[in-house]
C-alpha cells in the first residue's frame, strides 16, 4: 500500500506530458473544467465524489490535477484495474480490493488516513463503471464511511460527462459543485451516502443539459484544461480550404 500510494515526481512530470499529448489530444477535441478543485485551504481533509462513466475518468482527472490545482489528490482504483495499470500506483492511486468487504474496510481505512493528514481524496462511489446516463447512481456505502471516519471533512461533488458533437473526437468536461459540510457521523453513514448522491445527480443532470444547451460545442463557464485537438474533419476542411485557395490562385 505504502508504495502505491506514494507518487513518483519525476514519473509524474513525464507522464503528464504524454498523458496531454498522446493521449488526451489524440482522442478528445475539447476538455474543460468548470469550479475549482482547490474548494478548501491546504491541510483541510477534501473528498471529491464522482460519478464513473469511462475508463478515461482517471485521465481526465490527471489533467485537470496538473492544470489546476496545488494539492495532492489521490484516486482510488479498483485493485484488479491497477494490477493491470500498475502506472496510476506512481501517480497517486489507492487500491480497493473489493472481493470482500473485509479488503474494502481495509482500502477505505487507508483512505480515512489520507484525509486526515489533509489531503484529496477521489471516490467513485458507483464502485464500478456505469453507463453515463444510468440513473440512479446507485452509490456504494463508502463515501458514508469515509465521512462517519472523518468528520471535519469538506464534500466536494464532481461530475463529468462524455459528449459527441460537430467534430469527430469527443468531448469532455469536469463540473466542481459546491462544496458541502455537514455533521456526517450525526447524519449516519447510509442517509450520508444518499444525500450526496441526490446531490450529485441533481448536478449531473444540470451538466448533461449544459452540454446539450452547447449544440455541438463547448458549454458555457467551462475553462479549456488543454489546446484543442484537430479532428480528422477538421483537417479534411483545412485541405478543402487549401485547395480552393490554390484553385482560385491559378484562375480555376
Not at 479498483?78 to 480490493?97: H, K
Request: a positive charge; glycine letters at 8%.
Amino acid at each position: 500500500m505504502s508504495r502505491l500510494v506514494n507518487p513518483s515526481p519525476l514519473f509524474s512530470r513525464v507522464f503528464a506530458r504524454y498523458n496531454e499529448r498522446c493521449l488526451l489530444r489524440r482522442h478528445f477535441h475539447t476538455v474543460g473544467l468548470r469550479g475549482t478543485l482547490d474548494p478548501a485551504p491546504q491541510g483541510q481533509p477534501v473528498l471529491y465524489v464522482m460519478n464513473h462513466s469511462s475508463w478515461w475518468d482517471g485521465l481526465v482527472l490527471y489533467q485537470a490535477f496538473r492544470r489546476a490545482s496545488t494539492r495532492r489528490h489521490y484516486v482510488l482504483m479498483d485493485e484488479a484495474q491497477l494490477a493491470r495499470y500498475r502506472f496510476f500506483g506512481r501517480l497517486g492511486a489507492i487500491p480497493i480490493d473489493r472481493a470482500s468487504a473485509r479488503a474494502s474496510l481495509r482500502s477505505l481505512d487507508a483512505a480515512a488516513e489520507l484525509l486526515r493528514e489533509g489531503s484529496g481524496v477521489w471516490l467513485f462511489p458507483q464502485g464500478e463503471i456505469r453507463h453515463l446516463e444510468e440513473r440512479p447512481l446507485a452509490f456504494r456505502t463508502g463515501a458514508g464511511y469515509l465521512m462517519e471516519r472523518c468528520p471535519t471533512v469538506l464534500v466536494q461533488p464532481a461530475t463529468i460527462y462524455y459528449s459527441h458533437g460537430l467534430h469527430q473526437k469527443a468531448d469532455v468536461s469536469l463540473w466542481l459543485g459546491e462544496p458541502l459540510y455537514g455533521d456526517w457521523p450525526q447524519l449516519g453513514r447510509k442517509p450520508a451516502a444518499q444525500r450526496i448522491q441526490d446531490i450529485l445527480e441533481a448536478q449531473l443532470d444540470a451538466h448533461r443539459a449544459q452540454v446539450v444547451a452547447a449544440a455541438g460545442g463547448p458549454p458555457a463557464h467551462f475553462n479549456p484544461l488543454l489546446a484543442p485537438g484537430r479532428s480528422t474533419s477538421e483537417a479534411f476542411d483545412a485541405f478543402k480550404k487549401g485547395v480552393a485557395r490554390w484553385s482560385s490562385f491559378f484562375g480555376r
